[in-house]
């Protein structure tokens, strides 16, 4: 991984998947072979950025697990007791922002981290023997085709800018209530309120809540809303999405409102 351009050739083969159909990220591209580099020509922070999109994020996890191991003496405590190691290997998420799980980009990092693990088990193998190891394997979430694909299928899909959604949802908020910023912060599909901002101005909170949910119903694209008072209340029922959102929903770290888009639409610009 020395050199200020880096670059991989493909383990898929051409017709193994789809074309990529994201618009390409700036400065970049979004086709096999892939080229890292960084826009000063120096190996710099830029160019170490770029590189968790793709496998040698991973792969230089994988080389800090090792070291850990190595250095920490891992499974071999002179007491028998076991020794926790956790790895998280992210860059997948982030490769499948960026170009979506139908991607030659994603296939082929399954691909390569699929003979990262053999290869970081094979290690282990050698330094504490697997029938000294259990190993756990947890996934974070799974991804939905990105809407360009979608769009091939001839469903009906979309992206969603969240960031105008939340501009608009936060002027239509002013106009009635005459209060400016009652949208607090977001990060869809969750949105939170300014609650002590509602309460200064003596509005009341289910009021705020329903005129947001309100919106965003009317809003293209937006297929479902919950609201705070709706979860707190126990008047999230009657759909399986209902049930999954209630199931989902922590009255201490999740949003306000809850906002569900249409199947096959996705939140994100071209970018993201």
Request: net charge negative; hydrophobic share 40%; proline share 4%.
């Amino acid at each position: 991984l020395c050199g200020y351009r880096f670059s991989f050739q493909p383990t898929v083969a051409d017709g193994d998947a789809p074309e990529e159909l994201n618009a390409p990220k700036a400065g970049g591209h979004n086709r096999l072979p892939y080229s890292y580099y960084s826009e000063s020509g120096e190996i710099d922070a830029g160019y170490y950025a770029s590189l968790r999109v793709g496998p040698y994020l991973d792969q230089l996890t994988l080389d800090f697990a090792r070291a850990a191991v190595d250095g920490e003496n891992l499974g071999r405590n002179p007491a028998g007791v076991p020794d926790l190691l956790g790895v998280s290997l992210s860059a997948h998420d982030y490769v499948n922002h960026a170009f979506g799980p139908e991607s030659k980009l994603s296939h082929d990092h399954l691909q390569r981290l699929d003979r990262m693990l053999a290869d970081f088990f094979n290690y282990l193998d050698k330094r504490v023997g697997m029938d000294n190891v259990l190993v756990v394997l947890t996934a974070d979430h799974g991804f939905a085709n990105t809407p360009e694909f979608s769009q091939t299928q001839h469903y009906d899909a979309q992206r969603l800018d969240g960031d105008k959604l939340m501009a608009a949802l936060d002027k239509h908020l002013e106009a009635k209530f005459g209060v400016a910023k009652l949208v607090q912060a977001w990060s869809l599909p969750n949105i939170h309120l300014d609650y002590a901002l509602a309460d200064q101005n003596k509005l009341k909170r289910e009021e705020v809540e329903t005129a947001a949910a309100r919106f965003l119903l009317a809003q293209n694209g937006i297929a479902d809303t919950f609201t705070r008072t709706q979860f707190e209340s126990g008047a999230v029922q009657g759909t399986h999405i209902a049930t999954l959102m209630r199931r989902a929903w922590n009255r201490e770290a999740l949003g306000d409102l809850m906002v569900i888009t249409k199947p096959f639409w996705y939140f994100g610009t071209g970018n993201s």
